[in-house]
Nanobody
Framework: QVQLVESGGGLVQAGGSLRLSCAAS????????MAWYRQAPGKQRESVAV???????NYADSVKGRFTISRDNAKNTVYLQMNSLKPEDTAVYYC?????????????????WGQGTQVTVSS
């Protein structure tokens, strides 16, 4: 069984910074693409930042220049450094990853979600 566990959310004033972490654990053979999504109250979940296994990144226009996604493959962990936070960044942030697991008889690749961590930015 694979789990993604986020940490690092909280309450911060506008202009402040937070760093989110997401650690994957379980019977992991490899982790492919990793990403952060967010969902604000009354809105659809949206992609914030993506990082491939090779380190290529992509960001939503609303966070470019302020957020940085990175990963530590040795620790099976993805990070989201969030700077110059704005009230509109307030949301539950979810970690997402495509992970390959291997047993004695089968290899399987599927997407996993974390449980989410609340980020609140006050004005």
């Amino acid at each position: 069984q694979v789990q993604l566990v986020e940490s690092g959310g909280g309450l911060v004033q506008a202009g402040g910074s937070l760093r989110l972490s997401c650690a994957a654990s379980g019977s992991i053979f490899s982790i492919n693409t990793m990403a952060w999504y967010r969902q604000a109250p009354g809105k659809q979940r949206e992609s914030v930042a993506v990082i491939t296994s090779g380190g290529s990144t992509n960001y939503a226009d609303s966070v470019k220049g302020r957020f940085t996604i990175s990963r530590d493959n040795a620790k099976n962990t993805v990070y989201l450094q969030m700077n110059s936070l704005k009230p509109e960044d307030t949301a539950v942030y979810y970690c997402w990853a495509t992970i390959t697991t291997v047993t004695t008889v089968v290899s399987r690749t599927r997407a996993y979600w974390g449980q989410g961590t609340q980020v609140t930015v006050s004005s």
